[in-house]
């Protein structure tokens, strides 16, 4: 599996209608699992490792389950191993005092057009 979703149950199941698989997630305790099984192929519930999870290289999390993950994401983010993290706009839309990708362009560049 080269990509894999963590979120809302609505976009996991439109993640899943263009192939790429995922797991709905409900509070910070199930979103700090899953992200557990993806990063480290570590399954609390069954206390092992899982076969093929180290074969995620994108992982796409929805904005407020990024913000559930807090720090445990920023660490994860800053060790520079796989999956890459990509943050979306969850189906309630963007959380207030994100920056969009354009924003962020144009903070480092310093243009603003």
């Given at each position: ?32 699992s ?27 999390l ?52």
């Amino acid at each position: 599996m080269d990509y894999y979703f963590i979120g809302d149950p609505e976009l996991v199941t439109a993640f899943r209608f263009v192939g790429i698989g995922g797991v709905s997630v409900r509070g910070p305790d199930d979103t700090r699992s899953a992200f557990l099984k993806i990063t480290e192929g570590w399954d609390e519930a069954a206390g092992a490792y899982l076969p093929g999870a180290e074969t995620c290289r994108v992982l796409i999390l929805t904005e407020e389950a990024a913000d559930w993950l807090g720090d445990a994401l920023t660490e994860w983010q800053l060790s520079g191993k796989y999956p890459l993290v990509v943050e979306v706009p969850g189906t309630m839309g963007r959380l207030e005092g994100r920056k969009t990708l354009v924003d962020s362009i144009r903070e480092a560049i310093g243009i603003h057009v």
